[in-house]
């Protein structure tokens, strides 16, 4: 099992690009997470998919969309990058959501907004 | 709303010594928390998590941490550091979110550097 894998692993964009970050997990999870890592700020949940078919917002989605594509791929898009989205980007799965679920997280998307 | 503070930004300690990394917490309802490993440029790994039970809950790697209710304190300890424990420590709680999924709250981060 692959886990969760992340594409792509490094980004740079211009100010006002967009890009879809991609994110898919093969354990069967039903949840599925989007986080920024800052420096200083730890880890801060953008957006979440408790199932298939449904997405909320975190503590900060501005600026973000996100898609449940089916049960394994959850993408993240930026519309218009900004460079305060300068970020490391994860992806983390559970399988239901529940207030026990250990979290599976991938190995990052390192963007940077010029 | 629930919170996770760890108040030491890093720990320095030497390899042999004990460890400890501290976590306090804030819930309306029961606890749920984890403590997560990341090694530089990876994700997040998980070492372990306090459900309910025993308060001592042993984790991966020889890591254990102690759930104290009454200082709401999960510290993350190990007997013997080792210079490869040196990691990025994260401490999370689990609450109720929309859709009937429990979302996490991460603490900032706690750097652990172990000295040879």
């Known amino acids: 099992n692959a886990g969760v894998t992340q594409t792509p692993k490094f980004q740079v964009l211009k100010t006002g690009q967009s890009m879809t970050l991609q994110c898919a997990q093969d354990m069967n999870h039903n949840s599925m997470y989007w986080y920024r890592q800052d420096p200083g700020m730890g880890l801060r949940l953008i957006y979440y998919?408790?199932?298939?078919?449904?997405?909320d917002k975190g503590e900060v989605p501005n600026g973000y969309n996100v898609s449940r594509l089916n049960k394994r791929e959850f993408s993240l898009r930026l519309e218009s990058a900004a460079p305060s989205q300068t970020s490391v980007y994860f992806c983390?799965?559970?399988?239901?959501?529940?207030?026990?679920?250990?979290?599976?997280f991938g190995p990052g998307t390192r963007l940077t907004v010029l | 709303a629930q919170s996770v503070a760890q108040p030491e930004d890093q720990v320095n300690v030497a390899e042999g010594n004990p460890l400890t990394v501290k976590c306090t917490y804030s819930?309306?309802?029961?606890?749920?928390l984890f403590w997560y490993v990341q090694y530089p440029n990876r994700g997040l790994q998980f070492l372990l998590k306090y459900i309910t039970g025993d308060n001592l809950v042993k984790g991966s790697y020889g890591f254990e941490a102690e759930f104290n209710k009454s200082q709401t304190s999960f510290h993350l300890k190990k007997p013997s550091a080792l210079v490869s424990d040196s990691a990025l420590y994260f401490c999370a709680v689990r609450d109720k979110g929309g859709g009937g999924s429990y979302i996490p709250t991460f603490g900032r981060g706690t750097s652990l550097i172990v000295h040879p």
């Open positions: 998919s408790a199932s298939e078919g449904t997405t």
């Open positions: 819930v309306s309802g029961n606890p749920y």
């Open positions: 983390a799965s559970a399988k239901q959501g529940a207030s026990t679920d250990t979290q599976y």
